[in-house]
């Protein structure tokens, strides 16, 4: 069985949702919203996938207090709390709450994102890599352009879960293809 656990901001914890419906083999509106052809990944069978937890943490509290996150970057920005970070922060803060979350969680494969201001930051950590990369939108949380915003996190979603979908079919090429993507080998 394969762990995974997500602590998402822009992605409203839409990503741990989507693969808790594509581990338990839901239909119809139970199932899956942005998953629609499995077989263009490979052959992994999903059914083997455990979703832990699937946390939405939009405030720097919560990346303190929930994550346990002693000294997160200081925000640029707080709109009502919430983390409002450029894009190189954001990439760093996603990469600070899947460490945080696989951590807490002992999961195979963890998930982080967060985006203030540009395409965000989204982390995909496995005990093998370590995958960064942004959304294929460009935002500002400042704005509260929300045809914009909400175009920025269904990027965000369905990047991300495209890259796990890889990652456990062991699609590497693919994931180097994609846009704005850094893999290291751990």
């Not at 581990?23 to 919203?33: I, L, P």
Request: proline share 2%; charged share 30%; hydrophobic share 35%.
């Amino acid at each position: 069985m394969i762990k995974i656990a997500t602590a998402e901001c822009f992605t409203h914890g839409k990503i741990g949702l989507e693969l808790h419906s594509l581990a338990q083999k839901y239909e119809g509106n139970f199932g899956s919203k942005y998953i629609k052809d499995l077989d263009k990944y490979g052959d992994f069978d999903y059914s083997n996938l455990s979703v832990t937890c699937s946390l939405f943490i939009p405030t720097i509290d919560a990346v303190k207090d929930i994550l346990r996150v002693e000294n997160p970057p200081n925000p640029d920005f707080l709109i009502k709390g919430i983390k409002v970070y450029d894009e190189k922060g954001d990439k760093k803060v996603s990469e600070i709450m899947a460490k945080a979350v696989m951590r807490l969680t002992n999961c195979d494969i963890s998930i982080g994102t967060t985006a203030g201001i540009g395409r965000g930051g989204i982390c995909i950590l496995t005990k093998d890599y370590s995958i960064i990369t942004t959304s294929d939108v460009n935002s500002d949380l400042r704005d509260n352009n929300s045809e914009e915003l909400y175009q920025r996190q269904l990027s965000g979603i369905k990047k991300a879960i495209d890259i796990v979908l890889l990652l456990l079919n062991e699609k590497y090429d693919k994931i180097n293809s994609l846009k704005n993507i850094r893999i290291e080998k751990k």
